[in-house]
T-cell receptor, first 114, second 114 residues
Framework: QQQVKQSPQSLIVQKGGISIINCAYE??????FPWYQQFPGKGPALLIA?????SEKKEGRFTISFNKSAKQFSLHIMDSQPGDSATYFCAASTGGTSYGKLTFGQGTILTVHP | KAGVTQTPRYLIKTRGQQVTLSCSPISGHRSVSWYQQTPGQGLQFLFE???????NKGNFPGRFSGRQFSNSRSEMNVSTLELGDSALYLC?????????????FGDGTRLSIL
């Protein structure tokens, strides 16, 4: 019940296209859903995060869509650029006593071709 | 503001040895969480410290331990190293470690066990 399932495992997109990564969860106590971007040799960097009371959040070219009833959320990268090539992780946590614990998806390797 | 700093960046040890990893959080952050990242298991939560107290712990054996100092810096110790402990160890800091607070990661310590 603590799992977060992420798909696809890898994704190839042409420059200028839209990259879409999906995540699903079972634990209805999750109430915070961040996305992280990780480049080789670096730690994950927080991209954008959403809470269940919002169905969509946009920051620049990055948008999170959240479907509470389906227990799914997704990351959309508009106008994808070669510099966006990285591994993306969705994550989830509960408020209150989760104290620092993020449950991560398995990651998606995104390659954007020029 | 300086980010999360982890030292050393790389470590090579042999089976049976022990190792200590260090993490300095973002200035003003009092919560430090530790994660293990491997290709097979992904990112897994180890434990979280706040005000020198462990508040949360993941599903790892007792060989994995940590502590936090009064200046919020944290160390993680792994005793009796096994080959399977080879991984990237990441720490993340947040202001107070609440479940819906942004966590910011360091670039990790790459531990290799021979």
């Amino acid at each position: 019940q603590q799992q977060v399932k992420q798909s696809p495992q890898s994704l190839i997109v042409q420059k200028g296209g839209i990259s879409i990564i999906n995540c699903a969860y079972e634990n209805t106590a999750f109430d915070y859903f961040p996305w992280y971007q990780q480049f080789p040799g670096k730690g994950p960097a927080l991209l954008i995060a959403i809470r269940p009371d919002v169905s969509e959040k946009k920051e620049g070219r990055f948008t999170i869509s959240f479907n509470k009833s389906a227990k799914q959320f997704s990351l959309h990268i508009m106008d994808s650029q070669p510099g966006d090539s990285a591994t993306y992780f969705c994550a989830a946590s509960t408020g209150g006593t989760s104290y620092g614990k993020l449950t991560f998806g398995q990651g998606t390797i995104l390659t954007v071709h020029p | 503001k300086a980010g999360v700093t982890q030292t050393p960046r790389y470590l090579i040890k042999t089976r049976g040895q022990q190792v200590t990893l260090s993490c300095s959080p973002i200035s003003g952050h009092r919560s430090v969480s530790w994660y293990q990242q491997t290709p097979g298991q992904g990112l897994q939560f180890l434990f979280e410290y706040f005000s020198e107290t462990q508040r949360n712990k993941g599903n790892f054996p007792g060989r994995f331990s940590g502590r936090q100092f009064s200046n919020s810096r944290s160390e993680m110790n792994v005793s009796t190293l096994e080959l399977g402990d080879s991984a990237l160890y990441l720490c993340a800091s947040s202001a107070t470690g609440g479940g819906n607070q942004p966590q910011h990661f360091g670039d990790g310590t790459r531990l290799s066990i021979l």
